[in-house]
């Protein structure tokens, strides 16, 4: 059974940081592309971060120079470091891990990320 669980979201003030932690069990993580999307009340859901299994990472511009992704295949984790948050940033944060080539995607079931003073 795959399980993807997020953990680390919380109530953090403007301009403060959260780590977002996501953790991995069922499958081999190094074949996954993983990634964070975000979810505001009203909006539709959106990509944050990804990470491919080469490392290679790719940020929504809205976040770029403040969000850093991170993984860890050994431990089948994945991180998501998030500085200088703002308010636009609040959302309920999802992990995902994708391969593409097999036509898998697995989502986690969200944690929730407040920015307010």
């Known amino acids: 059974q795959v399980q993807l669980v997020e953990s680390g979201g919380g109530l953090v003030q403007p301009g403060g940081s959260l780590r977002l932690s996501c953790a991995a069990s069922g499958i081999a993580v190094r074949s996954y592309t993983m990634g964070w999307y975000r979810q505001a009340p009203g909006k539709q859901r959106e990509l944050v971060a990804t990470?491919?299994?080469?490392?290679?990472?790719n940020y929504a511009t809205s976040v770029k120079g403040r969000f850093t992704i991170s993984r860890d295949n050994a431990k089948s984790t994945m991180s998501l470091l998030m500085n200088s948050l703002k308010p636009e940033d609040a959302a309920v944060y999802y992990c995902n891990a994708e391969w593409p080539l097999v036509r898998l995607n697995f989502w986690g079931q969200g944690t929730q990320v407040i920015v307010s003073s």
């Open positions: 990470i491919n299994s080469g490392g290679d990472t």
